[in-house]
Nanobody
Framework: QVHLVESGGGLQQPGSSLRLSCAASGSRLDDYAIGWFRQAPGKEREGVSCITDRGDYTFYADSVKGRFTVSRDNARNTVYLQMNSLKPEDTAVYSC???????????????????WGQGTQVTVSA
């Protein structure tokens, strides 16, 4: 069993940056690809990014491409999501999740993800 804890969320102004962390316990994180997802109020959860188990490939939703960067430090059992040029529409609860499959090049099928964290709130507002 993998226990995931996200941190780093908060209230940010548009145009600013924030780095989220996803720390794992109970298992080695490098056994999994890791996805980042977000859910805004009244909206369905959507995939944001995915990083392969070794960190050699990354994938992004079009809405965050060029602004967000996912990375991982397997020695620390932690995955990060660096978010730059934040926009109000980035406001959501951000969660990380493990996948025993490779990241998909065609999206973020949530059925592929098994262990989920509770999420951290990111609010972007002036």
């Amino acid at each position: 069993q993998v226990h995931l804890v996200e941190s780093g969320g908060g209230l940010q102004q548009p145009g600013s940056s924030l780095r989220l962390s996803c720390a794992a316990s109970g298992s080695r994180l490098d056994d999994y690809a890791i996805g980042w997802f977000r859910q805004a109020p009244g909206k369905e959860r959507e995939g944001v990014s995915c990083i392969t188990d070794r960190g050699d490939y990354t994938f992004y939703a079009d809405s965050v491409k060029g602004r967000f960067t996912v990375s991982r430090d397997n020695a620390r059992n932690t995955v990060y999501l660096q978010m730059n040029s934040l926009k109000p529409e980035d406001t959501a609860v951000y969660s990380c999740a493990t996948s025993s499959y490779a990241c998909s090049a065609y999206g973020f099928p949530q059925i592929d993800y098994d262990y989920w964290g509770q999420g951290t709130q990111v609010t972007v507002s002036a």
